[in-house]
C-alpha cells in the first residue's frame, strides 16, 4: 500500500522558517516526481503544486507566490521529500500535502499536477 505522510507544520511568526517532510512507503520516491500542494483556509486545494521535483532529472519547480523563499529537496536513503519554507507570510497558511505528480509544460509554463497518491496534510500557520 502506497503511503505518503507529512509532518512539520506548526504556528511560525511572519518572516520564520518551518521544514515539512513527506515520508514515503509502498513507493520509492526516486522512482517519481513528487510535488507539495496547498489549501488555504475556506478555499479549495491549488491545482498546481507549490513546488515539485521530478528525480529522473533532478529538476525543481516552484510556484511564483513562493519562489526565492521555499526550497524543494529529497533523501533518497530516507525516502523522504522536504519542503524548506523561509520568510513565511500570513498568505503562506494552508495545510500543505504532498503527492505523486506530473510535470507538464503548456505554451511555455511548467506545473506540476497531482496523480494518485496523497497525504492527508499538514497544518501550517503563519501569524503573530
Known amino acids: 500500500e502506497v503511503q505518503l505522510a507529512e509532518s512539520g507544520g506548526g504556528l511560525v511568526q511572519p518572516g520564520g522558517s518551518l521544514r515539512l517532510s513527506c515520508a514515503a512507503s509502498?513507493?520509492?520516491?526516486?522512482?517519481?516526481?513528487i510535488g507539495w500542494f496547498r489549501q488555504a483556509p475556506g478555499k479549495e486545494r491549488e491545482g498546481k503544486g507549490v513546488s515539485c521535483i521530478s528525480h529522473s532529472d533532478g529538476s525543481t519547480y516552484y510556484a511564483d507566490s513562493v519562489k526565492g523563499r521555499f526550497t524543494i529537496s529529497s533523501d533518497i536513503a530516507k525516502n523522504t521529500v522536504y519542503l524548506q519554507m523561509n520568510s513565511l507570510k500570513p498568505e503562506d497558511t494552508a495545510v500543505y500535502y504532498c503527492a505523486t505528480v506530473i510535470v507538464l509544460t503548456t505554451n511555455g509554463v511548467t506545473g506540476c499536477y497531482g496523480r494518485d497518491a496523497w497525504g492527508k496534510g499538514t497544518l501550517v500557520t503563519v501569524s503573530s
Open positions: 509502498g513507493l520509492t520516491v526516486d522512482d517519481h516526481a
